[in-house]
């Protein structure tokens, strides 16, 4: 075992402290994104590998809140796992560094065995490019867009060309049962029907993990179970990852594993189903 | 499309900063094309100058005087070195009292001996008739821009200090004096010239010598400083003036001018570009959380950038042509309020427009930088956190 899967392993039962350095010589490397030979501590089936993340905000001056606090977690390939805890417990900012939009103060993040948490600027919007896909609480369509255009923005700004960008976003709006909506706008939309123009838009650049921030928290329970079921859906038939955040019970028992969160670690990393 | 719907999803704001533009633009436009008609008009006299040297009594203003010369003086100008020919104009107001003020050419009459043949260069050519000879007395020609003002036709009359006049000939455009110029006979000229004389003049003055200038044409390869200055050496009673008199006199303050006049439509714009900065501001501030949508979705800051960029540049895109139509309404609707007393005020040219509208475009553009920028920069975390 390496000296630093080593670490790795001691942090995720949480013997030792996490790395305090993130390694700054890392993030010379080219594109910052540094290949993984062999996973550390664990096989290349964990899609998603956390090892003692922290990240601390400032919210005023001399006034902290320290989000994580050295939180550790693993997600296989084609999963779907639900990551549950009180508010303030750092499931959002876990979400939001697994994501690639924040960035930690200390621990590593490697996704599809690749380290991210050294990646910066561009390099990060890339791989947050290809690799992610959000679903978020208040679906977060762009008002002045209709379906299709919501959909294909994240292809186009993907680099695809708008004809394929489009087509696309045709077709996946068809997978989520949305075929006859595809000119509405969200404002013409119910809150069942924008999330799913919002699931089509997280898979439109094929992501491999996709990251749901309480994708239900403004549906109702019928419509909360019609998403939920085509998530699972979606994850039975392409084998895309998800890892959806939420206070919903009746969603979490829906995924394959319930991670809980309390004071910015993992306290419980779940039965595998 | 998008950018559209992005830029009007606040309609009022949108107008109002497009309409800000616009006034912006349109004051270039109106405020340019009298600039540009004055350089035009300028730039004419400039070429009509060339390699030509007027010689007017001294208490005159050139080519317009209230003095008179003589017929006399003529054989005295061809004798002065490097003078190859003098021919005489009889000039004066169109009006006896010319109303109101007025920019650029005051209406005329004018005539000449005919000697310029052969040497002038400035041909002005006829659109309807024909050139005017000089046993045509009690006829006229009548430049483009008098038409209207003297409701001139061919084969009709014209009334001139009361007298009526034969219409032969309309000039073609020139964009310069001959526009706001009618030609007759020298005897015509002069009868005009002599009633126009104080009571005391009349007496000492021969109604049938009278030249109000002459347009002396040089030898080729002479300088017009060099004859101006022997004429003041010999001639007494005269002022002669060089195409550089004319530059000094008349160009110069009038880059001046034009510079004040552009100066000021700018100035006017650039308030415009103020209030796109604030519309920008507030529209990236009002979409902060849909700016970190658009970053989780995988917008990269250039992206994000350049989306608000080109919103703003559109808005000065659409204000530019609204302006630019606007002053071409004014500046039309002006010229022919104007033409009725044979005056013409703007000239709205390509590169004015042009100019005009790219002006708003980059304007829009480099006030959309900084608003833009903030956006591209926001983190995205706390973009979508905010409500």
């Known amino acids: 075992m390496s000296e630093k899967s080593k670490r790795a392993a001691d942090t995720l039962y949480g013997k030792a402290a996490p790395p305090a350095d993130v390694a700054p010589e890392m993030a010379s490397q080219a594109d910052g994104v540094e290949a993984l030979a062999h996973a550390p501590g664990e096989s290349d089936e964990h899609i998603i590998h956390v090892r003692g993340l922290r990240r601390r905000y400032r919210l005023g001056k001399d006034n902290f809140v320290d989000a994580l606090r050295g939180a550790s977690l693993d997600i296989r390939r084609g999963e779907m796992a639900a990551i549950m805890g009180p508010s303030g417990s750092g499931k959002s900012t876990m979400m939001h560094i697994i994501g690639c939009l924040d960035v930690p103060d200390a621990g590593e993040v490697w996704l599809s065995g690749r380290r991210v948490d050294t990646v910066r600027g561009r390099a990060l919007t890339r791989v947050r490019g290809r690799e992610i896909g959000f679903i978020f609480q208040g679906f977060n369509l762009i008002p002045t867009l209709n379906a299709i255009d919501n959909v294909s923005l994240a292809a186009e700004y993907a680099g695809a060309s708008r004809s394929k960008a489009v087509e696309k976003a045709k077709r996946l709006l068809e997978l989520v049962g949305l075929g006859d909506r595809m000119r509405h706008a969200p404002s013409e939309l119910s809150g069942g029907q924008q999330q799913r123009v919002a699931i089509a838009r997280a898979l439109v650049n094929d992501p491999t993990i996709i990251l749901g921030d309480e994708p239900t928290g403004d549906l109702d329970t019928a419509t909360s179970e019609e998403i939920v079921a085509t998530l699972r859906r979606i994850n039975t038939e392409t084998g895309t990852t998800f890892v959806l955040v939420t206070h919903n019970p009746e969603v979490a028992e829906a995924c394959d594993r319930i991670i809980r969160m309390r004071d910015g670690v993992v306290v419980d990393f779940g039965e595998q189903a | ?387």
């Open chain 2, 1 to 387: 499309m998008r950018l559209l719907r992005n830029i009007f999803r606040r309609k009022l704001r949108a107008f109002l900063t497009i309409f800000g533009i616009a006034i912006g633009v349109f004051s270039l436009v109106v405020m340019g094309g009298i600039a540009e008609k004055l350089t035009l008009l300028v730039d004419g006299g400039v070429i009509y100058y060339q390699g030509k040297v007027i010689v007017s009594p001294d208490s005159g203003i050139t080519g317009l005087s209230t003095g008179v010369l003589s017929t006399n003086l003529r054989s005295d100008l061809e004798k002065i070195d490097g003078v190859a020919r003098a021919s005489a104009q009889v000039s004066g107001l169109l009006d006896k009292e010319p109303s109101s003020v007025n920019f650029g050419t005051i209406p005329s009459f004018g005539a000449s001996d005919g000697r310029e043949r052969g040497y002038e260069t400035f041909i002005v050519t006829y659109s309807q008739g024909r050139e005017l000879t000089n046993v045509d007395n009690g006829k006229v020609t009548v430049g483009a821009d008098l038409v209207k003002k003297l409701d001139a036709a061919v084969g009709g009359t014209v009334t001139i200090r009361d007298k009526k006049y034969t219409v032969v000939g309309i000039a073609d455009k020139t964009l310069t004096a001959p526009d706001s110029s009618v030609v007759m006979t020298m005897h015509d000229a002069r009868e005009i010239v002599f009633d126009d004389l104080p009571a005391e003049a009349k007496t000492s003055t021969a109604k049938d010598t009278i030249v109000s200038s002459y347009v002396l044409y040089l030898d080729k390869g002479v300088a017009p400083a060099a004859v101006a200055a022997r004429i003041k050496r010999h001639i007494t009673g005269v002022r002669a003036v060089t195409p550089e008199d004319f530059e000094q006199q008349i160009k110069q303050p009038l880059q001046i001018f034009t510079s004040v006049i552009y100066a000021i439509g700018a100035i006017s714009l650039l308030v415009g570009g103020l209030s796109v900065i604030n519309t920008m501001t507030m529209s990236v501030s009002e979409r902060t959380r849909e700016i970190g949508v658009r970053k989780a979705i995988g917008a990269s800051d250039a992206q994000i950038m350049s989306q608000f960029v080109a919103e703003s540049g559109v808005i000065g895109l659409i204000g530019g042509i609204a302006g630019l139509l606007l002053g071409l309404m004014i500046a039309s609707a002006g010229n022919a309020a104007g033409e009725a007393s044979g005056n013409a005020l703007f000239l709205v040219t390509p590169r004015l427009m042009i100019g005009s509208v790219l002006f708003a475009v980059v304007l829009g553009v480099v006030s959309g930088l900084y608003p833009a920028y903030h956006a591209a920069s926001l983190n995205p975390v706390q973009a979508l956190r905010y409500e």
